[in-house]
C-alpha cells in the first residue's frame, strides 16, 4: 500500500470538482437543475475516496513520513520549487479528520442543500475546498502550502457568497476575502524573508536542517532578526486565515453561507490552518521567543474578547462563530507557549465537537425553516430529541465537562500555560476565566435553543420537524466523536498515543523551548477545570434557565437590531477607524499628489499639442509621399554616418 | 569569361523585365514581365553556384506566388483602373529619393573590396537538402526552423481564406431571415 | 574579365531600386505588390551574392537563409492578396490613394 503515489489524495477531490463543475456547467441551462441522485453520490464519493486514502497511507506510514516530488514547479537559477508532497505524522492528523470530517458534512450537505438549485455548484465548491486543504496540508514546502492557503480562501469566499442573490451574503464573502488578503500578505512576505536567506528555506526538510544543524548556530544568530520579521509576519498570515485579533471580524459575518460550509470551512479546518503552520514552523518559531510571547498575548485576548462578544448574540450561528474564535485563540495560545503538539490535539477534538455543534445548529435551522435567532426558539429538546443530544454532548465537550473530548485538550492547553515560566499562572487565570465565559455563552446557546417554552409562535411550532437521516448520521458520528476523540490523549489515565505520534515533528522544537518543566498536580487543574465549566453552567442556568422572560426581538427577525447581531465588540470600530485613515490619506493623495501629477500631465499635453499641431502642418495624406520621404531621412542619415563616422 | 557573358546576358534581361514592371499599365503584363525576371534572376542563382535556390525561386516565386497574383489580378476585374495615371505628382519626389538611396549604396558596396572566395560551398540540391533536413546531433537546427515556417505558411492560409471569405457567418444569417 | 562580386551586388541594387520605385511610385495596389517582391528578391540575390564571398559554413548559412525568405515572402503574398482583395470589396478601388483613411 505505501507504494502508492501520494498526489492520489487531493487527486480524488480535484476529480469530483471537475466532474461537479461540468455537471453544474451542463445543468445550468435547464431550470430543475441536475439530478440530486447523481450528484450528490458523485459529491460524497470523492471526498470518501481521499479519505479512504488516507487511511491507507495513514496505516502504512513510516515512522519518518513519506516525501515525494510530483514534478518540477519553478526553477529559476538561484531558486528551485517542486511540487512536492510530505506525508508525516502532523499531516496525517490534520488529513485523517480533514477527509473524514469533510466526507461526514457532504453526506449531511446531501439532506441540508436538498432541493436547492445550486446543488452540484456547492458540492463543486466543497471538492475543491477539500482539495485546497489537501494540497495545504500535505505539501512539503511553503510555496505549495500558499497554493492551497489561497485555494482555501477562495473557496471559503465562495461559498460564504453561495447564496449570492442576498447583497448581504455578497458583501459578507468580499469582507472575508479581504480581511484575509491582508493576511495573506503576511504569508508572502514570511516566505519573502524566508527566500532572501536561501531559496531551500521554503522547504520544510530545508528548514529544519537549516535550523537544526549545529554548523548553523553562529549564522542562524546573526539571522535572528531576519526570522523575527518572517516569524511575525507568517504569524499574521495565521490571524488572518484563523480569524485572531486584530483580523477577526469576518469570521462572525461568514455564517452568512450555508451552514454545512460553515461547520467545515469556518469551525473544522479551515480557520485552523494558521494553528498548522505554527506546528509546522515550530522550529522557527521555537527560535524567537519574543514572537512567541505576541502569539500568547493575541491567543489570550483573542479567547477572552471573543468569549465575551458570544455572550451577546442572539443568532445561534454567530454565538458558535465566536465560541470558533475564542478556541481558536486557545490553541494559538498553546502554540505561543510551544506546546504545539497540545494545540494541534486541541484542533483535532474541537473539529469534532464544534463540527458536531453547527451541524446541530444547521439541522436546528433546517427544522425551524431558516429561523436563527434564539430568542424565537425554546423546548426544542422534545420535538427534535437527537439534534438536541448531539448539540447537548458537543456541548459538554466544548465547555470541558470531564471524560468529554474537550476536557482532555483544553485541559491540557491550560496545564501547558501553567507550567510556562514566570508568567504562566497569570496566562492561565485569564484562559480559565475565559473557559467559565465559554460555559456560559455555550449554556445559554443550550438553553436558550432546547429548554423552556417555544418562542416562535403557533405556526412555526407545527412545522418543527426531526431532520431527515442524511443529515441526523453524520451528526451522531461527531457526537460520537466529540465524546470519545479526547481519549486520544488522556494524559492523566496515561493515554498519550497522541503526543507520540506527533513528537517526530514538533517534539524536539517543544524540547528546546520548553526547558524547565515545572511538574504540577496535573488533578488539582483538572478540578480547576471542572469547576470552572460547572460555575459557568450554573451561571447560564441562573441567568437564563426557567422559564424567564426572555426579551423578544424588538423588531421582526429580516431587519433585527444591526447593532446587536453583528456587534463584534467594537473590532469593526477599530477597522472602520483604520479605514479612515486610509481614507484620509487618500485624500490628502488625491488631493496633492494627483493635482501635481495632473498638472505635470497637462503641461506636457500641452507641449504635445503644441508640437502635434505644428508637426501636423508637414502632415500629408498620401501614404507614398511619407514613405518618401522617411527614405529620403535614411539615406541623409546613412551620409551622415558615412561622412562623420558618426551622427555627432 | 562564359560565366561574365551569361551573367550579362542574364542581368539585362533582369533588369529590362523590372523595367517593364515599372512601366507597364496593366498589371497582368506588370505580373508577366516580374516571373520573366524572377526565371531570370533564377538562372543568376544557378551561375553562382547555387542551384538549389534556383529551382525553389522557380517553383516558388516564379511558380507559386505569381500565378496567385495573376489569378487575383484576372479576378478582379478593375484590376487596370485606367482613371489612375501611371505616374503623379508624388513620383517627381520618389525618383530623386530613390536614386540618393541607390547611390549611396553603391557608394557603399564600391568602397569595401570584396570578391568570391574559391571555397565557398556549393549549394547543390542533394548538399542543401541533407542541410536542411538534417535532425542528427550537432547539426544546425535548419529543419526548426523549416517547421516553424511550415507552420506560418499554414496560418497565413487560414487568415487568407477567412480574410477573402464574402462574410463570416453570412450563410448562417441567410438562413435565419429565410 | 572574369565575373566578379561587386557585379552580382550591383544587378541586386538595380533590382531592389526598381522595386523600390515601383511600390512607392505607383498607385495601383498591384504594382506596389509586385514592386515589394521585386525588392525582396534584389534581397535574396545580394544574400547568395554575398554568401559566395565567404567561406564553409558561413557561406551554407547564406544559401540556406534565401530559402526561408521565400517561404515567408509566399506567406506574404498569401495574406497581403487576400487584403487586396477585401479592399478593394469594400473600396471598389485598386488606387491606394483611394485607400488612405488617415485624415491630417
Not at chain 1, 479546518?269 to 514572537?291: C, D, E, K, Q
Request: proline share 3%; hydrophobic share 60%; aromatic share 12%.
Amino acid at each position: 500500500m505505501t507504494n502508492l503515489p501520494l498526489w492520489l489524495i487531493p487527486l480524488f477531490p480535484l476529480i469530483g470538482t471537475i466532474a461537479l463543475a461540468a455537471i453544474s456547467l451542463a445543468s445550468s441551462g435547464s431550470k430543475k437543475g441536475p439530478s440530486e441522485g447523481l450528484t450528490g453520490g458523485l459529491a460524497v464519493l470523492f471526498p470518501a475516496l481521499a479519505f479512504v486514502a488516507v487511511v491507507a497511507f495513514a496505516a502504512n506510514m513510516p515512522v519518518e513520513g513519506i516525501q515525494q516530488t510530483l514534478c518540477n514547479w519553478m526553477d529559476i537559477g538561484s531558486f528551485r520549487a517542486d511540487i512536492g508532497f510530505l506525508f508525516d505524522p502532523l499531516s496525517r492528523i490534520m488529513l485523517l479528520f480533514v477527509t473524514g470530517i469533510g466526507t461526514l458534512i457532504a453526506i449531511y450537505s446531501l439532506g441540508y442543500m436538498h432541493g436547492d438549485r445550486g446543488f452540484a455548484r456547492f458540492f463543486a465548491y466543497i471538492n475543491l475546498f477539500l482539495f485546497s486543504m489537501i494540497v495545504l496540508v500535505l505539501s512539503d514546502s511553503l510555496l505549495l502550502t500558499f497554493l492551497g492557503w489561497e485555494g482555501v480562501g477562495l473557496c471559503s469566499y465562495l461559498l460564504i457568497g453561495f447564496w449570492n442573490a442576498d447583497l448581504n451574503n455578497c458583501k459578507a464573502a468580499n469582507k472575508a476575502f479581504i480581511v484575509n488578503r491582508v493576511g495573506d500578505i503576511g504569508f508572502i512576505l514570511g516566505m519573502l524573508c524566508l527566500a532572501m536567506v536561501s531559496g531551500d528555506l521554503l522547504n520544510y526538510a530545508g528548514l529544519n536542517a537549516f535550523l537544526k544543524d549545529a554548523a548553523n548556530v553562529e549564522v542562524i544568530k546573526l539571522l535572528l532578526p531576519i526570522f523575527s520579521l518572517a516569524g511575525i509576519l507568517f504569524f499574521v498570515g495565521c490571524t488572518g486565515k484563523s480569524a485572531q485579533i486584530p483580523l477577526l471580524t469576518w469570521l462572525p459575518d461568514a455564517m452568512a453561507g450555508p451552514t454545512p460550509v460553515s461547520a467545515l470551512i469556518h469551525a473544522a479546518t479551515m480557520v485552523t490552518s494558521g494553528v498548522y503552520l505554527m506546528a509546522r514552523l515550530s522550529n522557527l518559531f521555537v527560535l524567537i521567543p519574543g514572537v512567541m510571547t505576541i502569539v500568547v498575548f493575541v491567543g489570550l485576548l483573542t479567547a477572552f474578547w471573543a468569549a465575551i462578544a458570544g455572550l451577546f448574540q442572539n443568532d445561534i450561528k454567530k454565538v458558535l462563530a465566536y465560541s470558533t474564535i475564542s478556541q481558536l485563540g486557545y490553541m494559538f495560545m498553546a502554540a505561543g507557549v510551544a506546546a504545539f503538539d497540545a494545540s494541534i490535539f486541541h484542533v483535532f477534538t474541537h473539529a469534532f465537537f464544534k463540527a458536531a455543534l453547527f451541524l446541530g445548529a444547521g439541522a436546528v435551522i433546517h427544522s425551524l425553516a431558516g429561523e436563527q435567532d434564539m430568542r424565537r426558539m425554546g423546548g426544542l429538546l422534545k420535538k427534535t430529541p437527537v439534534t438536541a443530544c448531539v448539540m447537548i454532548f458537543a456541548f459538554f465537550a466544548i465547555i470541558g465537562f470531564p471524560g468529554f473530548a474537550g476536557f482532555w485538550s483544553k485541559d491540557l492547553i491550560l496545564e501547558r500555560l501553567y507550567t510556562f515560566g514566570d508568567v504562566g499562572p497569570i496566562y492561565y487565570g485569564i484562559a480559565l476565566l475565559t473557559a467559565i465565559i465559554t460555559a456560559i455563552y455555550m449554556g445559554r446557546l443550550i438553553i436558550l435553543t432546547f429548554f423552556g417554552k417555544f418562542r416562535g409562535g403557533e405556526e412555526l411550532e407545527k412545522h418543527v420537524h426531526e431532520a431527515p437521516a442524511s443529515m441526523l448520521v453524520p451528526m451522531v458520528v461527531l457526537a460520537v466523536g466529540a465524546v470519545f476523540s479526547g481519549y486520544m490523549w488522556a494524559d492523566m489515565l496515561g493515554m498519550t498515543c497522541f503526543r507520540d505520534m506527533l513528537a517526530p515533528v514538533v517534539g524536539s522544537a517543544q524540547e528546546a523551548f520548553r526547558a524547565a518543566e515545572v511538574h504540577v498536580n496535573p488533578m488539582m487543574l483538572a478540578c480547576l477545570g471542572t469547576a470552572a465549566a460547572v460555575i459557568g453552567m450554573v451561571i447560564a442556568w441562573i441567568a437564563y434557565g426557567g422559564n424567564k422572560h426572555i426579551p423578544a426581538p424588538r423588531v421582526a427577525y429580516p431587519s433585527d437590531g444591526v447593532q446587536a447581531t453583528t456587534w463584534t465588540l467594537f473590532f469593526d470600530y477599530v477597522h472602520a477607524i483604520f479605514i479612515l485613515l486610509v481614507n484620509v490619506l487618500a485624500w490628502i493623495v488625491d488631493k496633492c499628489v494627483n493635482q501635481l501629477v495632473m498638472f505635470v500631465q497637462w503641461i506636457i499635453g500641452a507641449i504635445a499639442v503644441l508640437l502635434g499641431d505644428f508637426a501636423s502642418g508637414f502632415q500629408v495624406r498620401k501614404v507614398r509621399l511619407q514613405l518618401c520621404l522617411s527614405l529620403v531621412g535614411v539615406v541623409v542619415l546613412t551620409a551622415l554616418v558615412f561622412i562623420y563616422g558618426g551622427i555627432i | 569569361m562564359l560565366a561574365l557573358v551569361y551573367f550579362i546576358i542574364l542581368a539585362v534581361i533582369a533588369v529590362g523585365a523590372a523595367l517593364c514592371v515599372l512601366l507597364s499599365k496593366h498589371p497582368l503584363y506588370g505580373a508577366l514581365s516580374l516571373i520573366v525576371s524572377m526565371l531570370s534572376l533564377a538562372g543568376i542563382y544557378g551561375l553562382l553556384g547555387s542551384p538549389f535556390i534556383g529551382v525553389v525561386q522557380v517553383m516558388v516565386y516564379a511558380g507559386a506566388i505569381m500565378m496567385l497574383l495573376t489569378f487575383v489580378i484576372m479576378v478582379l476585374n478593375s484590376a487596370k483602373d485606367g482613371n489612375t495615371p501611371r505616374f503623379d505628382k508624388v513620383s517627381l519626389f520618389v525618383f530623386p529619393a530613390v536614386i540618393a538611396l541607390a547611390g549611396l549604396l553603391g557608394f557603399a558596396l564600391v568602397s569595401v573590396p570584396f570578391g568570391f572566395n574559391a571555397e565557398a560551398v556549393r549549394g547543390s540540391v542533394a548538399f542543401t537538402s541533407s542541410t536542411l533536413f538534417n535532425v542528427e546531433e550537432g547539426s544546425r537546427g535548419y529543419f526548426i526552423l523549416f517547421e516553424a515556417i511550415g507552420v506560418l505558411l499554414l496560418s497565413a492560409m487560414a487568415a487568407a481564406i477567412l480574410m477573402a471569405k464574402r462574410r463570416i457567418g453570412y450563410t448562417a444569417s441567410e438562413k435565419e431571415e429565410n | 574579365m572574369e565575373l566578379q562580386a561587386i557585379y552580382v551586388q550591383i544587378l541586386a541594387l538595380v533590382l531592389f531600386s526598381i522595386g523600390i520605385l515601383t511600390a512607392i511610385s505607383r498607385r495601383n495596389m498591384f504594382f506596389v505588390l509586385m514592386g515589394v517582391e521585386l525588392a525582396l528578391n534584389a534581397v535574396n540575390l545580394s544574400f547568395i551574392g554575398f554568401s559566395k564571398t565567404f567561406a564553409g559554413d558561413l557561406s551554407v548559412a547564406g544559401q540556406i537563409v534565401p530559402l526561408f525568405t521565400i517561404a515567408v515572402a509566399a506567406a506574404e503574398a498569401c495574406v497581403g492578396l487576400a487584403m487586396v482583395i477585401l479592399i478593394f470589396r469594400n473600396q471598389e478601388s485598386v488606387d491606394t490613394d483611394n485607400y488612405s483613411g488617415m485624415k491630417g
